[in-house]
């Protein structure tokens, strides 16, 4: 969901409270609001957790993950696919991860801004090959 959109809609709520029910309608828009965030925050958890039980950079398929990953997809998205926390790559500006598969192919994402940018396919025996290439690049 776009941040934008979901404070809209809480200050909506708030808006909406108050005008409906005055005080007692902006406290149960309050509620509304704090338990939206509990459930991100242990949607965030639990894919953490499930990324905590398995080795670090370590996936079933690195085909598959490659062909399963879009351009914009965030790290929880990403930590969701693979299961596992993936290897840091490179050096804090860009951030980049990469998993590896029983049969040595990796796959490496690059991040900008908190989203994929771009990622790539390393197999055990050739050569990488890049995710599709972004429009207007």
Same mark, same amino acid.
């Given at each position: 969901? /776009? $941040?934008?959109? %979901?404070? %809209? !809609?809480?200050?909506?709520?708030?808006? $909406?409270?108050?005008?409906?029910?005055?005080? *007692?309608?902006?406290?149960?828009?309050?509620?509304?609001?704090?338990?939206?965030? !509990?459930?991100?925050f242990s949607r965030s958890? +639990?894919?953490?957790?499930?990324?905590? *039980? +398995?080795?670090? %950079?370590?996936?079933? =398929?690195?085909?598959?993950?490659?062909?399963? !990953?879009?351009?914009?997809? +965030?790290?929880?998205?990403?930590?969701?696919?693979?299961? =596992?926390?993936?290897?840091?790559v490179g050096e804090e500006? /860009?951030?980049?991860? $990469?998993?590896?598969?029983?049969?040595?192919?990796?796959?490496?994402?690059?991040? +900008?801004?908190? *989203?994929?940018? =771009?990622? $790539?396919?390393?197999?055990?025996?050739?050569?990488?090959?890049?995710?599709?290439?972004?429009? %207007?690049?």
């Amino acid at each position: 969901m /776009n $941040a934008t959109l %979901g404070w %809209g !809609l809480a200050l909506l709520a708030f808006v $909406a409270g108050y005008v409906g029910y005055g005080w *007692r309608g902006v406290f149960l828009a309050l509620t509304v609001v704090v338990f939206w965030l !509990l459930l991100q925050f242990s949607r965030s958890l +639990r894919v953490l957790r499930d990324a905590s *039980r +398995r080795p670090v %950079g370590s996936i079933d =398929s690195a085909v598959m993950l490659h062909a399963k !990953l879009h351009e914009g997809m +965030r790290l929880p998205q990403i930590l969701k696919l693979t299961k =596992s926390l993936g290897h840091k790559v490179g050096e804090e500006p /860009n951030e980049a991860f $990469a998993w590896t598969d029983p049969g040595g192919d990796s796959v490496q994402v690059q991040l +900008r801004e908190g *989203r994929l940018a =771009s990622w $790539a396919l390393q197999r055990a025996d050739g050569p990488a090959t890049p995710g599709p290439t972004p429009p %207007g690049t």
